[in-house]
């Protein structure tokens, strides 16, 4: 059953026989999937599945082999990245890739670039127009940390945050983009319980807000707790999909999992 | 700005204003204002380079070309044609913004080592037609008879007077400089050093950025080359060449790399180790230039800057991570 | 016949121009070597090419030595600074930035140079060609017999190092750690044996090619900038890493050169190989013989 209310006819996420290849490897073999919108969408699979690839090929990273992959109904496959944020999709990373030098709050400022518009010469001169979108985008910055729940550490440089703290910047700095999709890569990787719990929760404030979630991920008690719905990979290809319920009692699915642990 | 480099912009600007007034005097010294003037001209190349190097994190050993392209388009112009030096200046900007654009596109898809060696072959082969192109540039003998510089009617004669007129200069590129880097711009430009593929994830189209980067390194180096021009009056393409495009690297390097103020500091610095202490090394003096650079790579890669900081800068460029198989 | 049809000229562009080419050709797989094992840029890698040359007039002149001892005494010399580098210079910038590898190897090569402006001063030096006599006439076309010297010991070079690369131990060693240094360390090879014998083995390679072009187009203490961009030119060209590529590219470099300050202009001959090297970067950095999936795995 789908958690959202919507009633949304087209789905936001269409993969269409998506396919990569590295030189001789297959990583994905031709996945074929729908998301609906506003939903939590979990992607497991054990390792070498092609999770996070799918999260490239999705974000503009890497440029599918064959196959297309729609969003909101429009090909987007093989643009470039910094266009597929523009158009509404954005994501965290496996290993955390925050701009360590940065304060926490520069982070998320960082994440209001593709809603915003000054240019070199405007903020080189410092025209008025910059200064009012600078002072916005503090302020925008300022709600999404208070939204994570780190309103507190805002000046303090990035690097010197705990694991925990520092998914929770990245998760921040995602959602100034003002994304109708956000990926998450393995959110919870290296989170204790209580944190990890944490972690459920604002994924599903963010879901309620609005914004559907995808999040590949190999902590079980989490996916299966709040997804809506769960796609399984095995070695690129489509396995099963469907509620957390059907996915458990799926033989198929145990028998991948078996093989791996 | 931050308070801090406000603080130090006022100091600056007293400094910059009292020197001369107390150089002038002291005859050993007195030919240091002279020496300020190369200073503040090589400070501006400094300025565009730092923020390329320093917080875009690429490099170019090319800026000499661009020195030398606003240069020779302000000595051209103005000696071989009769133009207007002040209408000069923003052609040959324009003309090294064109280049720039026009290498900086393919150039700026390289990293590492393939972008250096791009910039520096680029470099070389401006400085090989500065040379060639004898009716243009007059080639190795040099261009001569480049006439000098006035503002609505007063011509700028003494040594005082281009040293106010380089250091006002350096203080408006400096000024727009920090606007740039408290901006939207300038923590794209910091997380395309930090982390590029993030910043491209959320929205920052990193070739533009780097390329308009590059771009504006080239426009601040060829108006610095123009004001050599009429300054010198006199052109010679060993002004152009790899050793100069090193030199600036050097000179944003010792000073930190990651601060405007390091690329003054290294810009004064090595004015005057170049100009002045080196001289006692004579014919020594490549060796040690050599060996000051690889000193500073070596130990304190992150600058003389460094030793004034209080928060650690940046991490150097990591090295990127192989692309995670999910 | 005297020699004055067109094919003459043609015949001499192509002489000097796979002589330079061999030149080129031995520097680019002085790039390879080092960078196959460390996935360093040896900026400097021009200075022991004008360092061999430098060395051999010393042993010759200054010391007496007679030719083929100079020779070999100027190759171990340079490969003793060779050592000397990675000893006390990479090794110390194990972990630096690729930004500060850059600049580190870029400050080696100037105070090579100076250090050679110091010993040899600006002056231009010559050599006597290995063995004397008259230069050979092909078709018109004058070949000095230093020429195919030059060619010798290029291919000396290269079949003995395919034969150590893929036949001896320590070369296939050596190619190990290119490929995975941790893995190589993990089965008991030495890495940092096999990146100082990297340098060693790349000096060496650029002396013998510095001494065998001395005779020809003599040395100064300046003339590393420019062989080492071009020889740089001829390994991107031939694909970074791939020595077969680099044979290649070198003469084609090479050729190109000499056609061009044959037919063109002599001014800008220098530029034809850096415009190549800008073209290569630009629209097909994995060279001519790379594989772009190669390329793009590339660290930088």
Known sequence: MIRSDKNSAAPILELRDVRMNFGGVAALKGILHDVPEGIIQAVIGPNGAGKTTLFHCVSGLLRPTSGSILFQGKEISGFVPHRVAQLGISRTFQHVALFKSMSVLENVMLGRHPRTRSGFWATGFRLPGMRREERRIKESAGSCLDFVGLDDVSHLQAGTLPLGKQKMLEIARALATEPQLLLLDEPAGGLNMRETEVLGELIQRICKDGTTVVLVEHDMNLVMDISDQILVLHYGEYLAAGSPREIKDNPAVIEAYLGES | ?326 | MDGTWLGTDLLQYTASGLTVGAIYALVAIGYNIIYNVTEIINFAQGEFVMLGGLFAVFFLETLRFPILAAFFAAIISVGAVGFAMERFVIQRARNASVLSLIIITIAVSILLKGSAMLGWGKDPYSLPAFTSGSPILVGGAAIQLQALWVLAVGAVVVISLSFFFHRSLYGKAMLACADNPSAARMVGIRVRQMVLLSFILSTAIGAAAGVAITPISLMEYDRGALLGLKGFGAAVLGGLGNFYGALAAGLLLGLAESFCAGYLSSGYKDAVALILLLLVLFFKPEGLFGSAEAAKLKRF
């Open chain 2, 1 to 326: 700005m931050k308070k801090a480099d406000r603080l130090i912009f006022i100091a600056l600007i007293c400094f910059i204003a009292i020197f001369p007034w107390v150089v002038q005097n002291i005859s050993a010294i007195s030919h240091y204002v002279e020496l300020m003037v190369f200073a503040g001209i090589f400070g501006l190349v400094c300025l565009g380079l730092s923020l390329l190097m320093g917080y875009a994190g690429q490099i170019s050993l090319a800026q000499a070309a661009f020195f030398g392209i606003g240069a020779y388009s302000s000595g051209i112009l103005t000696a071989h044609f009769g133009w207007n030096p002040w209408l000069a200046m923003p052609v040959g900007a324009l003309l090294a913004a064109a280049v720039a654009w026009m290498v900086g596109i393919p150039a700026l898809r390289l990293k590492g080592h393939y972008l250096a060696m791009a910039t520096l072959g680029f470099g070389v082969i401006v400085h090989i037609v500065f040379n060639e192109e004898v009716d243009w540039t007059g080639g190795p003998s040099g261009m001569v008879d480049i006439p000098g510089l006035s503002i609505a009617g007063w011509k700028i004669s003494s040594e005082l007077q281009w040293y106010y007129l380089v250091w006002g200069a350096v203080l408006l590129v400096l000024l727009f400089s920090f606007h740039i880097l408290h901006s939207r711009v300038g923590r794209a430009l910091r997380a395309i050093h930090e982390e590029e593929v993030a910043a491209e994830a959320m929205g920052v189209p990193t070739s533009r950025y780097k390329v308009q980067i590059f771009i504006f390194g080239a426009v601040t180096a060829a108006v610095a080359g123009s004001f050599y021009t009429h300054y010198v009056t006199f052109l010679s393409p060993s002004s152009f060449n790899l050793m100069w495009s090193i030199r600036f690297v050097l000179m944003v390097m010792v000073g930190g790399m990651q601060s405007l103020w390091g690329a003054l500091l290294g810009a004064v610095l090595l004015t005057f180790v170049g100009n002045e202490w080196l001289q006692v090394f004579a014919d020594f003096e490549v060796v040690v230039y050599g060996g000051i650079l690889l000193i500073v790579a070596l130990f304190l890669p992150q600058g003389l800057i460094s030793l004034f900081r209080r928060e650690p800068a940046a991490p150097p460029n990591p090295i990127s991570h192989a692309s995670d198989e999910g």
